[in-house]
């Protein structure tokens, strides 16, 4: 199959969470089985900075936004693993600081930049003569794609045949704007109801993905039975349920090429499954010295990566941290970005207990493998998580994952108790209520084994490291979705031709 992945986010170009990864990885894991990928994705000011072989192609990108022409330029250059990427390049757009907001507020923009990336995706088909079977779109910032196509495109020559999937990572981020944005994106007022596009009398991009795509899929199994009700989808939860048949949940899968204690460049030293004490002792004392912690072999030291965001489950975090920092000995080593207030929170309970926490509120790739090498627990108390990959990291780096049975992590992590003990399936800790007692009960039977059996302990680290989440199983997944809405579309065009 011929596949346009468009997403505003691509590790190694631009990242800023999990999208970034799984866009990074699942085009070369599809081209490994014999898909012709082609990602799209916007090229930014740190993109360009990276000083990566990039090709201007000569074509001209000029993209009708509300009554403006607004022009572009595409550069080309290769993933690793082959794939053919598309940068598109419109400085005004996408030479800026941040990809989506700045100082914690979103750029004011942001629904005409990605109304102009969906519409240059659209044209480079055009304009490259790019053969493509589906547009796989993920998130709100590529919602436009499904309805362009339909509305637009499906006609002209060249789109008749294309399929469209939608891929969720996360419904609390819709790309919701004020309806006067419908100008923007050009498709004539009539869309702009609540079957289609609006939502609460905004214009909402991701309900609009929800409704044109042909398939709809989101990151795990748990996380798509809890979309289609609430809290979790967000008030998009009847657009899902009407949709159920087309909903499919394919769990993210992890590049190990780049997360592999065995491999990874960023430790002070490597290990894997089969000999990791030495490796991560090294790599725990490194992460010591580097985040101003006292070096101490046998003290229980937690990490957290991630963005310092309510859905983290930081106000639970910040709770035990404060009340474990005084009286218990063990350690946290914290790195992340994002809302100011827990900015502030960890500052002070690092400050309050020097030695115990290590606490780093930046955007670090390098100390983050650092941390997930170094650490004994990774703790995701997250109120929700659509799959998460830090814990997929953590069992790789057999650093015991602390969760919240809730999506992806519910169907990634099996708490340790007898049961699974014995017969080899432990993998970590859970809890279900999101509760403070709960998490801190959860990490005092934690902490109490990693101590007191050491042999449980092992067991438990060696089932973890022994697990498989490369990408393999899930792309195919994805290649099957594509191959049956394909099937699917070329039947309902015989159907339409046989009673006409
Ligand atoms: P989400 O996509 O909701 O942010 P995920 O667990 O799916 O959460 O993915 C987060 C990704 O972003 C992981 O690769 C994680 O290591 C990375 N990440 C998040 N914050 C930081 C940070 N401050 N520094 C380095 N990496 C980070």
Same mark, same amino acid.
């Given at each position: 199959m011929n596949v346009l992945f468009a997403s505003s986010e691509v590790t190694p170009f631009s990242k800023t969470g999990g999208l970034a990864d799984v866009s990074g990885s699942l085009p070369p894991a599809l081209a490994r089985l014999g898909?012709?990928?082609?990602?799209?994705?916007?090229?930014?000011?740190?993109?360009?900075?990276?000083?990566?072989?990039?090709?201007?192609?000569?074509?001209?990108?000029?993209?009708?936004?509300?009554?403006?022409?607004?022009?572009?330029?595409?550069?080309?250059?290769?993933?690793?693993?082959?794939?053919?990427?598309?940068?598109?390049?419109?400085?005004?757009?996408?030479?800026?600081?941040?990809?989506?907001?700045?100082?914690?507020?979103?750029?004011?923009?942001?629904?005409?930049?990605?109304?102009f990336f969906c519409r240059a995706v659209m044209e480079l088909i055009r304009l490259l003569e790019l053969p493509i079977d589906v547009i796989h779109c993920n998130d709100w910032q590529t919602g436009l794609l499904p309805a362009l196509l339909r509305i637009e495109y499906q006609h002209a020559r060249g789109y008749e045949d294309i399929v469209t999937v939608m891929t969720i990572h996360n419904m609390a981020y819709q790309g919701q704007f004020w309806h006067w944005d419908m100008l923007l994106t050009g498709l004539d007022w009539k869309y702009f109801n609540w079957r289609q596009m609006e939502f609460w009398g905004d214009l909402n991009l991701l309900k609009t993905g929800l409704i044109f795509a042909?398939?709809?899929?989101?990151?795990?199994?748990?996380?798509?039975?809890?979309?289609?009700?609430?809290?979790m989808g967000c008030g998009l939860e009847d657009v899902l349920a009407q949709r159920r048949s087309d909903l499919t949940g394919i769990i993210n899968?992890?590049?190990?090429?780049?997360?592999?204690?065995?491999?990874?460049?960023?430790?002070?030293?490597?290990?894997?499954?089969?000999?990791?004490?030495?490796?991560?002792?090294?790599?725990?004392?490194?992460?010591?010295?580097?985040?101003?912690?006292?070096?101490?072999?046998? /003290?229980?030291?937690?990490?957290?990566?991630?963005?310092?965001?309510?859905?983290?489950?930081?106000?639970?975090?910040?709770?035990?941290?404060?009340?474990?920092?005084?009286?218990?000995?063990?350690?946290?080593?914290?790195?992340?970005?994002?809302?100011?207030?827990?900015?502030?929170?960890? /500052?002070?309970?690092?400050?309050?207990?020097?030695?115990?926490?290590?606490?780093?509120?930046?955007?670090?790739?390098?100390?983050?493998?650092?941390?997930?090498?170094?650490?004994?627990?990774?703790?995701?108390?997250?109120?929700?998580?659509?799959?998460?990959?830090?814990?997929?990291?953590?069992?790789?780096?057999?650093?015991?994952?602390?969760?919240?049975?809730?999506?992806?992590?519910?169907?990634?992590?099996?708490?340790?108790?007898?049961?699974?003990?014995?017969?080899?399936?432990?993998?970590?800790?859970?809890?279900?209520?999101?509760?403070?007692?709960?998490?801190?009960?959860?990490?005092?039977r934690a902490v109490a084994m990693y101590r007191d059996q050491p042999d449980a302990w092992q067991r438990v680290v060696g089932n973890a490291m022994h697990q498989d989440w490369s990408w393999e199983a899930s792309a195919g997944k994805y290649a099957e979705l594509y191959a049956s809405l394909a099937a699917r579309r070329t039947d309902s065009r015989e159907n339409v031709g046989e009673t006409s």
């Open positions: 898909h012709e990928v082609t990602v799209v994705t916007p090229a930014y000011r740190h993109t360009k900075q990276l000083g990566l072989a990039l090709e201007t192609l000569e074509v001209p990108l000029e993209i009708p936004i509300g009554s403006k022409l607004v022009r572009g330029r595409v550069l080309r250059c290769q993933m690793p693993g082959g794939v053919n990427v598309i940068l598109i390049e419109q400085d005004d757009y996408f030479d800026r600081a941040q990809l989506y907001t700045e100082n914690g507020s979103d750029y004011k923009d942001n629904c005409e930049r990605y109304v042909d398939g709809i899929t989101t990151v795990s199994e748990r996380y798509a039975e809890e979309i289609q009700s609430q809290p899968g992890v590049d190990y090429e780049v997360w592999n204690p065995k491999t990874d460049s960023h430790l002070a030293a490597n290990f894997d499954a089969s000999d990791w004490q030495a490796g991560k002792a090294l790599c725990k004392a490194a992460l010591q010295r580097e985040l101003g912690m006292t070096e101490s072999p046998r /003290t229980p030291l937690l990490g957290f990566v991630g963005r310092l965001a309510d859905q983290k489950g930081l106000d639970l975090l910040a709770e035990v941290i404060g009340q474990w920092a005084g009286t218990e000995d063990v350690q946290w080593a914290i790195l992340g970005t994002g809302d100011p207030r827990y900015h502030q929170l960890l /500052t002070q309970l690092a400050k309050a207990h020097p030695g115990k926490i290590g606490l780093s509120l930046a955007f670090s790739d390098s100390l983050a493998h650092r941390i997930e090498a170094g650490i004994d627990m990774f703790m995701m108390p997250s109120r929700f998580e659509p799959c998460g990959l830090n814990q997929l990291y953590s069992l790789k780096y057999g650093s015991l994952p602390i969760v919240r049975a809730t999506g992806g992590l519910a169907d990634t992590v099996c708490d340790a108790n007898a049961t699974t003990i014995a017969n080899g399936t432990a993998s970590g800790f859970a809890f279900v209520d999101y509760d403070t007692r709960e998490l801190e009960q959860t990490l005092a």
